[in-house]
């Protein structure tokens, strides 16, 4: 089995692509980065000891993900991890939109041409904000989600990866 972890080299990518072969012996692990966060190049020579095949590259460049062959699972942990990145007045509203949202619209067409499942990583994406906190959520099976009537239809990562075509 093949694997792509995007984000290869940010904590959540990097740790996945240490553990992941021991829990599935024989797999063959490829990692995407674009190594824009501080930092995550010094996780780079540990994945290559590894035997992880990295590639520098970008989710949202088409021509970057044509480096990487045929798959059968992305883990999709590229991301610009802070929701207020957008207000910081590090990067645009519209930066974040791109990296997060259009990266992973992006790799949906990847798992699709190549006919590969996709996981969508969610971690320190979500932060307790008063917005966030303000909204009313739900406990479901071990997990909390927004308590609501309306669909996340195309509005979030996880609203469009969850009613994406795939074929």
Not at 63 to 73: E, G
Not at 127 to 145: C, H, N
Request: charged share 20%.
């Amino acid at each position: 089995m093949r694997i792509l972890i995007t984000g290869a080299c940010g904590f959540v990518g990097s740790c996945l692509a240490r553990e992941l072969p021991a829990a599935l012996p024989g797999i063959e692990i490829w990692g995407l980065d674009n190594f824009l966060r501080e930092g995550s190049r010094a996780n780079l020579p540990n994945l290559k000891t590894l035997g992880v095949k990295m590639v520098e590259g970008d989710i949202r460049r088409p021509a970057d993900l044509a480096k990487i062959p045929k798959v059968d699972w992305v883990l999709d942990c590229a991301a610009e991890p802070s929701v207020l990145a957008g207000t910081s007045g590090k990067m645009s509203s519209m930066d974040l939109l791109d990296h997060n949202l259009i990266g992973t619209i992006q790799m949906l067409e990847f798992c699709k041409q190549h006919s590969a499942g996709f996981i969508l990583m969610s971690t320190s994406r979500v932060y307790s904000i008063p917005p966030l906190t303000s909204l009313p959520v739900e406990s479901a099976q071990g997990a909390f989600r927004p308590k609501s009537f309306r669909p996340e239809t195309g509005l979030t990562e996880k609203g469009i990866s969850e009613l994406f075509p795939t074929t």
